[in-house]
């Protein structure tokens, strides 16, 4: 871990590199053409871009085509616990002196550039040096002049959940809905296939806007369904339906994720038996996850489960708060979040749910919310709150032997920290 964060810090304290997110291709492009162009030796590229889901539509699509015994490489972000996991390149993940090398490289340039930029170049530089069927990219916050988007003739683009989250990238008089959609959406390549998902009736009225022009083959989410059956949930599309066989994936919104990854994968021709062997594994690490064993959990009592959740936006914390809603046993939030997120709209979603939450700042995050404003923030919205300053604190205050469910949520970052203690 400690070498993980090293390489983020010789990133960031770069004098030609900055932390400061600032759209526009121009740097990435010129940084590019110095080396060559790698990004053009890459085929079969699938972008995915949007608000919420993008690494469950991609991971899901990565185990599929992975089981059909073909390789892709990939490009998320954030990574969880250590800076490697964003750099997956067919069969392992990118080594921390792989990635010193690949620093070395790009700083040599002399192009200024952003932090994202350069990581996005790093994958770019490895995975050109690649022979694999698929190439999967996730995009940052928005895609018009996001550095992911640098692609000219991708296999497909993938528009995930769109919502209000990155209001805060865009200009003061721009912060609406409609621009947020206009900038994931309305940049999208004219030759390739698209595959839109789940999105709330308003939000697909502005992306089919956004598309009306658009020459490539759109798949609409009208393609398939995902539904319910006794207990059971299903894919279904005119030719197929899937039984979605799994004991990991918890929320109606993660399903959506996997049938919208299913109906993709299947376009890629992999069969519909592969696909409904594989689902039982997939398994989203920070998303609805149960810690099952480890030291954190093995500080707990018997009757206590520990999950954590790294949703930070509306739109996540009422699908967390769905499913929240049916597990009946008592529950507490440690909440942690990053100050360019909506705190006032996260929390307030969880109304009648939580017995207590504990507030407390993200370790190692500059740009982390104080736990002091947290609290602040979820007393004004009448809950029951107090503050802690690490996770031990936190939980020392929550535990007992009663039976009840502790869910840590608000950040990605923080579900990173706590993998990693645990």
């Known amino acids: 871990m400690s070498r993980s964060i090293?390489?983020?810090?010789?990133?960031?304290?770069?004098?030609?590199?900055?932390?400061?997110?600032?759209?526009?291709?121009?740097?990435?492009?010129?940084?590019?053409?110095?080396?060559?162009?790698?990004?053009?030796?890459?085929?079969?590229?699938?972008?995915?871009?949007?608000?919420?889901?993008?690494?469950?539509?991609?991971?899901?699509?990565?185990?599929?085509?992975?089981?059909?015994?073909?390789?892709?490489?990939?490009?998320?972000?954030?990574?969880?616990?250590?800076?490697?996991?964003?750099?997956?390149?067919?069969?392992?993940?990118?080594?921390?002196?792989e990635i010193k090398k690949s620093i070395k490289l790009i700083t040599k340039l002399k192009v200024p550039l952003t932090v994202f930029e350069a990581l996005t170049i790093i994958y770019i530089i490895n995975a050109s040096q690649k022979n694999t069927d698929y190439h999967l990219v996730e995009a940052g916050a928005l895609f018009a002049k996001d550095s992911t988007n640098v692609f000219d003739f991708p296999l497909a683009q993938v528009i995930v959940n769109i919502n209000k989250q990155h209001l805060n990238f865009l200009a003061k008089n721009k912060k609406t809905l409609e621009e947020v959609v206009f900038q994931k959406v309305g940049f999208l390549s004219n030759f390739t296939r698209i595959y839109v998902g789940k999105q709330k009736p308003d939000v697909l009225i502005k992306i089919k806007k956004n598309l009306k022009k658009n020459k490539s083959i759109i798949n609409y989410p009208n393609t398939w369904k995902l539904i319910k059956k006794s207990k059971n949930y299903f894919y279904k599309d005119k030719k197929n339906k899937i039984k979605l066989n799994t004991k990991n994936i918890h929320s109606k919104g993660l399903l959506e994720n996997l049938c919208h990854a299913i109906k993709i994968s299947l376009d890629l021709k992999i069969d519909k038996k592969v696909i409904e062997k594989t689902i039982p594994s997939i398994f989203f690490e920070g998303r609805f996850q149960y810690l099952k064993k480890g030291k954190i959990k093995n500080e707990l009592y018997k009757k206590e489960q520990i999950m954590l959740d790294g949703a930070h936006a509306e739109t996540d914390a009422k699908n967390l708060a769905n499913y929240l809603r049916n597990i009946k046993v008592p529950k507490y939030a440690i909440w942690a979040m990053m100050k360019n997120k909506e705190p006032d709209l996260f929390i307030k979603q969880f109304k009648g749910i939580f017995k207590k939450i504990i507030t407390l700042p993200i370790e190692n995050e500059k740009n982390c919310m104080t736990a002091s404003d947290l609290k602040a923030i979820a007393k004004k919205n009448k809950f029951n709150v107090d503050k802690a300053n690490n996770l031990n604190r936190a939980i020392k205050i929550i535990t007992s032997s009663d039976k009840k469910l502790i869910i840590c949520m608000g950040s990605l970052y923080n579900v990173g920290n706590i993998l990693n203690k645990n």
């Open 6 to 97: 090293s390489l983020y810090k010789q990133l960031a304290n770069h004098k030609l590199i900055n932390q400061t997110i600032n759209f526009d291709l121009k740097r990435i492009k010129s940084a590019l053409k110095k080396l060559g162009n790698p990004e053009k030796k890459l085929g079969n590229v699938i972008n995915f871009l949007g608000s919420s889901g993008k690494f469950t539509t991609l991971h899901s699509v990565k185990c599929f085509i992975e089981a059909n015994k073909q390789t892709t490489t990939a490009y998320i972000s954030p990574s969880l616990r250590d800076i490697k996991e964003r750099f997956w390149m067919g069969d392992r993940f990118l080594t921390h002196q």
